[in-house]
């Protein structure tokens, strides 16, 4: 199974940032207030003097539940499989996120591949000439050494998707295990369109990374048993098309016209995209002014509003996108 593919990724944490801080800091999750949290896809540093830059991967602000003064710093870095080196750069992050901020600064690692099986506790240290000089304590999940089970038990959304690239233990395979993934996910109440499918499409894009998962998976869709799941892991363009055609032929019916389908169909496809990207203006930033909404509602293009809901990830500010 392949690890983890970095925008993917991106994509789910800014979707879900409290399912990720629970599933990776969890002591932090229970002290801060879940709801403010909002992670930057990157920041840079200019080290000097060889002005080289780094990109943490998620970074977001935090502050107390109780207090909302007590503010600190989260910090999520994600590898696609693990190596030594990976420490020493969480580190220098770290330290350099500190720095920047002036707070403390909470800091998790997820592997897709390799490192600890599961979620650990780490502290390293640097050591010279006998002294400890400073520690840095962190934690780190790595997902394929992880009980898919575990996490499929789990309350958080976020858990049932990553679940797909965990270890298959009590499920007749991979395959298998992509639909229970998919089932939790399909039946599960509370979540709007747009996340849900998120969550799905994750499941189904690293289930069909591996060849033979992928042959177990498309055996098992086609089985009378799983053909409901089937119908409800779409795409979540094909369910906005499907919308649209929904409402472009009620039109048509009201209209005795064929223009009516057509633009029903349209306009079901183009407003679906359209709420897509708002909701993930809102995750990202918070609540998009009333101009930024009336920018989204002008885009009449499908492409351009996939352009646009893919660089939502990848930019620090509505700015950027040129939507103010």
Same mark, same amino acid.
């Given at each position: 199974?392949?690890?983890?593919?970095?925008?993917?990724?991106?994509?789910?944490?800014?979707?879900?940032?409290?399912?990720?801080?629970?599933?990776?800091?969890?002591?932090? %999750?229970?002290?801060?207030?879940?709801?403010?949290?909002?992670? !930057?896809?990157?920041?840079?540093?200019?080290?000097?003097?060889?002005?080289?830059?780094?990109?943490?991967?998620?970074?977001?602000?935090?502050?107390?539940?109780?207090?909302?003064?007590?503010?600190?710093?989260?910090?999520?870095?994600?590898?696609?499989?693990?190596?030594? %080196?990976?420490?020493?750069?969480?580190?220098?992050?770290?330290?350099?996120?500190?720095?920047?901020?002036?707070?403390?600064?909470?800091?998790?690692?997820?592997?897709?591949?390799?490192?600890? %099986?599961?979620?650990?506790?780490?502290?390293?240290?640097?050591?010279?000439?006998?002294?400890?000089?400073?520690?840095?304590?962190?934690?780190?999940?790595?997902? $394929?050494? %992880? $009980?898919?089970?575990?996490?499929?038990?789990?309350?958080?959304?976020?858990?049932?998707?990553?679940?797909?690239?965990?270890?298959? =233990?009590?499920?007749?395979?991979?395959?298998?295990?992509?639909?229970?993934?998919?089932?939790?996910?399909?039946?599960?109440?509370?979540?709007?369109?747009?996340?849900?499918?998120?969550?799905?499409?994750?499941?189904?894009?690293?289930?069909?990374?591996?060849?033979?998962?992928?042959? !177990?998976? =498309?055996?098992?869709?086609?089985?009378?048993?799983?053909?409901?799941?089937?119908?409800?892991?779409?795409?979540?363009?094909?369910?906005?098309?499907?919308?649209?055609?929904?409402?472009?032929?009620?039109?048509?019916?009201?209209?005795?016209?064929?223009?009516?389908?057509?633009?029903?169909?349209?306009?079901?496809?183009?407003?679906?995209?359209?709420?897509?990207?708002?909701?993930?203006?809102?995750?990202?930033?918070?609540?998009? $002014?009333?101009?930024?909404?009336?920018?989204?509602?002008?885009?009449?293009?499908?492409?351009?509003?996939?352009?646009?809901? =893919?660089?939502?990830?990848?930019?620090?500010?509505?700015?950027?996108?040129?939507?103010?």
């Amino acid at each position: 199974m392949h690890g983890i593919h970095d925008q993917l990724f991106k994509g789910l944490a800014v979707a879900f940032p409290g399912d990720l801080v629970t599933l990776l800091l969890p002591e932090v %999750a229970a002290r801060i207030d879940l709801g403010h949290l909002r992670f !930057e896809s990157k920041e840079f540093f200019l080290d000097t003097p060889t002005g080289r830059r780094r990109f943490p991967d998620l970074v977001s602000r935090a502050r107390g539940r109780s207090d909302p003064d007590d503010e600190s710093v989260v910090h999520v870095e994600h590898f696609s499989r693990y190596r030594v %080196a990976c420490r020493s750069r969480v580190w220098d992050y770290q330290r350099l996120l500190g720095i920047r901020y002036g707070l403390p600064v909470h800091t998790g690692v997820v592997y897709g591949r390799g490192g600890p %099986a599961g979620l650990v506790e780490n502290v390293d240290g640097e050591l010279s000439y006998g002294r400890m000089i400073s520690t840095f304590h962190y934690n780190s999940l790595g997902l $394929s050494g %992880a $009980s898919a089970a575990e996490y499929l038990a789990r309350p958080e959304p976020l858990a049932w998707s990553l679940a797909v690239l965990m270890r298959p =233990e009590g499920f007749g395979g991979r395959g298998d295990l992509a639909m229970a993934c998919l089932r939790r996910i399909a039946s599960a109440g509370g979540l709007d369109d747009a996340r849900r499918h998120l969550l799905l499409n994750f499941v189904r894009t690293y289930v069909k990374l591996d060849e033979r998962a992928a042959r !177990e998976y =498309e055996r098992l869709l086609h089985e009378p048993r799983n053909q409901e799941i089937e119908a409800m892991v779409m795409t979540w363009a094909e369910e906005v098309e499907a919308k649209g055609r929904e409402e472009g032929l009620q039109k048509g019916l009201e209209t005795g016209l064929k223009k009516g389908l057509m633009k029903g169909l349209k306009k079901g496809r183009l407003e679906g995209m359209q709420d897509l990207v708002l909701h993930l203006l809102r995750q990202r930033f918070g609540a998009p $002014s009333a101009k930024v909404r009336r920018r989204v509602g002008a885009i009449t293009s499908s492409r351009e509003l996939t352009r646009l809901a =893919e660089r939502l990830v990848q930019v620090d500010s509505p700015e950027e996108l040129g939507l103010t």
